[in-house]
């Protein structure tokens, strides 16, 4: 039997280990492979860093030890990995005296974990290791770092790493980094490896970026700025509109001069590449408020080439034939799309304060009308009575919502997208008001309302959204969302996962235990791009309508929407939560592989 000297343990005689190569000692729990190789011995940890493979039961030839389950190789006599998705093994030091072997099972670190697990989230980013990301994000939260923290460096990665700028990747990982409050610790953790294996997804096998520096004066005013970084974007004059870009910020202009700087762009043509560039604008001040405006410079200069780039809804025909919305528009705005002379014509009527406007009781049902120039109308007559950019984003974002909440399921599938599209950018269109209150931005909400319009088909007939003032209270609030849960287990119970969330209020159930719910639901599938943000989007927008004491009949509609639209997606094969379940036991330490020697249960 093993005994201590010193803070040594003893393994075996050095005769028995050079005869057998190999041996396998356990001390307080921790299983180390001891190896006798080249007239030397070796001892590692026994658990493959990969996916906890005994290294007991590997190969060692040429002073490499090889892993039989996936091969990985380790240098022995210090534990580095040939192969960066493995991770190096942790080697222990050994001595020899008077013919017997010893190993110090306690050796210091070379790295504390968040250090570890930070160098580990950089490899796994590098080359797009779901595994290694997986491990990193958890390692890192367990060490109790702040989720900012890789969300920032995440972050720098994704826009140094992808030539074509900012894109679905980075926009989860700002959804993502939205969220974190609203899910249960664990999905915390299951938020943060969506986020950065987006991003890595986003920029395997892409160009790095090649920046453009500031102007070398800062002596630049703002509206000087603006009207070149907009010339530049309409003539898709990339290189330009980053120069004018990172001068403005370089400037000293804050964040609210610098939004309205790109949102004016951002909406000089309506509702640009299906509302994804106003979305990927907004998510990234969004994402800067997470991580700090010093990195504003890199990343808002990633918004530059999908705003060059972008299609844009004036050149489509949906837009002009068989009612040219187009030429709505510019009746209001004064002129072309880019214009707004009309707008501050209207604005300045109503003064702009938004105290003396309440939206008329037709006004979501002239929204949600099939007359075009009566929702133009509303909304002109509304700006002139005073509505805000906020105030009147609100109420279309709340059309929007119901679009999705009614979506008719005898639609083809890829409608859901069409209605998800329009939510999502007066979502974005929404916080981007409360972030500046440019004139431009008004645009931006005459688009949502056109988009409304267009996506009436859509609701023929309307889904009815579920009462909760006509559900039977009285069940136990947890039960329903047991049932929610299971819901979304099968395929195609829209309606049924509606309807639930309607019981749950009418049980007067806890809205944050419900959106853990819904985020748990959401954080265990493979979800997509458009499932990720449809969620956070959903959030967001019943927070507002609870901060503004909206009724329950409207504040919930976003949550009744969601639930349908993820109903719609679930069932999914579920690879990333594998990925993650077995990141999790192996940060803690249990047994992933069984040894066919091994009777136990894995």
């Known amino acids: ?62 002073g490499i030890l090889t892993c039989h389950w996936h091969h990985a190789r380790f240098e022995l006599s210090c534990g580095d990995t040939f192969d960066p998705w493995a ?21 210091e670190r070379e790295k504390p974990p968040d250090e570890h697990w930070a160098d580990r989230l950089e490899a796994g980013l590098a080359e797009n290791l779901r595994l290694v990301l997986a491990k990193s994000t958890i390692g890192l939260l367990d060490a109790g770092v702040d989720y900012r923290s890789p969300v920032e460096r995440t972050l ?40 950065v294996r987006h991003v890595a ?41 980053e120069r004018c870009l990172r001068t ?29 560039v106003l979305d990927f604008a907004n998510k990234a001040f969004e994402t800067l408020e997470h991580v700090g405006w010093e990195h504003a410079p890199t990343t808002l200069a990633s918004l530059v080439e999908p705003l060059a780039t972008a299609s844009r809804s004036d050149e489509r025909s949906s837009w002009r034939q068989p009612v040219d919305l187009v030429a709505l528009l510019e009746e209001v705005y004064g002129g072309d799309v880019t ?17 003396s406007w309440s939206p008329p009781e037709d006004f979501q049902p002239t929204l949600l009308g099939d007359d075009p120039e009566a929702i133009v109308d509303a909304l002109a007559d509304a700006v002139r009575a005073g509505a ?48 500046t209150d440019a004139i431009e931005l008004y645009r931006a909400v005459f688009d949502v309302a056109i988009n409304v319009y267009l996506d009436r088909f859509l609701n023929t007939p309307p889904a009815p959204i579920p009462d909760p003032e ?96 993820l109903a719609a997606h679930f069932p999914t094969r579920r690879e990333a939560e594998q990925t993650f379940t077995i990141a999790a036991r192996l940060n803690r330490g249990e047994t992933i592989h069984k040894s066919p020697s091994d009777s136990s249960t894995v």
């Open 339 to 355: 214009e707004t002379s009309g707008l501050e014509t209207l604005a300045s009527a109503g003064g702009g304060t938004g105290s």
């Open 87 to 107: 991770d190096d093994v942790q080697t222990y030091p050994v001595e020899v005296r008077d013919g017997t072997v010893y190993v110090d099972p306690t050796p």
């Open 248 to 276: 403005a910020v370089a400037a000293g202009y804050d964040e609210a001069a610098v939004a309205e700087l790109v949102f004016a762009a951002a909406t000089d043509h309506p509702y640009l590449s299906t509302g994804h």
């Open 388 to 435: 805000t950019t906020e105030a009147l984003a609100a109420e279309v974002v709340h059309a929007a919502a119901t679009r999705v909440a009614q979506f008719g399921t005898a639609n083809e599938f890829s409608d859901w997208n069409t209605v998800h599209h329009t939510f999502t950018y007066a979502n974005a269109v929404h916080q981007s008001t409360r972030r």
């Open 156 to 195: 720098e990665f994704g826009t140094q790493y992808r030539e074509a700028g900012w894109s679905s990747g980075l926009t989860i990982l700002g959804c993502m980094a939205n969220v974190m409050d609203d899910v249960a610790s664990e999905d915390r953790k299951r938020a943060l490896y969506t986020g």
């Open 1 to 62: 039997m093993a005994t201590s000297s010193d803070d040594l343990f003893e393994v075996a005689s050095l005769e028995e280990l050079e005869a057998e190569g190999r041996t396998l000692i356990s001390r307080g729990g921790k299983a180390l492979a001891v190896f006798a190789h080249e007239g030397e011995i070796r001892a590692v940890d026994n658990r493959c860093p990969h996916m906890g493979f005994p290294l007991a039961e590997g190969t060692v030839d040429d």
């Open 470 to 565: 006509e559900n039977e209270t009285g069940r136990d609030p947890d039960a329903i969302l047991e049932d929610l849960l299971e819901t979304f287990d099968a395929e195609g119970e829209v309606d049924r996962a509606g309807r639930l969330v309607a019981e749950f209020v009418a049980c007067d159930g806890d809205a944050d235990e419900l959106k853990r719910t819904l985020g748990h639901g959401l954080l265990r599938e493979d979800a997509g791009f458009h499932t990720l943000q449809n969620l956070e989007a959903a959030f967001e927008q019943f927070e507002l309508a609870r901060e503004r004491g909206e009724d329950a009949d409207r504040r919930w509609v976003p949550l009744i929407a969601t639930a349908r639209y």
């Open 201 to 241: 997804i986003d920029c395997d096998g892409e160009p790095p970026t090649v920046s453009q520096p500031a102007f070398s004066t800062t002596d630049v005013s703002l509206e000087r700025l603006k009207s070149w970084f907009r010339e530049c974007i309409e003539v898709r004059d990339a290189d330009g509109a």
